[in-house]
């Protein structure tokens, strides 16, 4: 075996120790993220806990939408990006997290309480609107 062979196989060997790691910090990056979601919608002591254990509870429910921007914020905005928007109603929270350059993610949280309003649209059938108390 030459020394050459032996600086490729080392190289080879660190490098799949780089990926190894990636992966690793990317997931622990997620469980941090899932952890300050779950933290920041942790229902304070004092709210009464349903006691039937037959209450089904209801999955989070996730879709893939457009953020529908009126025509002011268009210069603001330039073109409409997708969305995830996550709606937990047992926590009584809307999530809608914004996928950007380099896996980066932005997210808000909404609680119920702030949400005033949904409207359906008459006219286009996939189109929902949201009012905030803002």
């Known amino acids: 075996q030459t020394a050459g062979q032996s600086g490729e196989q080392e190289l080879e060997s660190l490098v799949l120790k780089l990926s190894v790691l990636k992966d690793f910090l990317s997931s622990i990056e997620k469980k941090a993220l899932k952890a300050l979601q779950d933290m920041s919608s942790a229902t304070p002591a004092t709210a009464p806990q349903p006691l039937s254990r037959k209450a089904k509870s209801i999955p989070v429910q996730t879709f893939e939408v457009k953020l529908d921007i009126t025509l002011g914020d268009l210069t603001k905005i ?20 914004k996928k950007q350059k380099d896996s980066q993610e932005d997210w808000n949280t909404f609680t119920h309480d702030k949400i ?5 649209s008459q006219r286009v059938q996939n189109k929902l609107g949201i009012v905030f108390e803002k």
Request: glycine share 12%.
């Open 78 to 97: 330039g073109k409409s990006q997708k969305y995830t928007l996550s709606v937990d109603v047992e926590g009584g929270k809307l999530v809608v997290l």
């Open 116 to 120: 005033r309003q949904l409207i359906k």
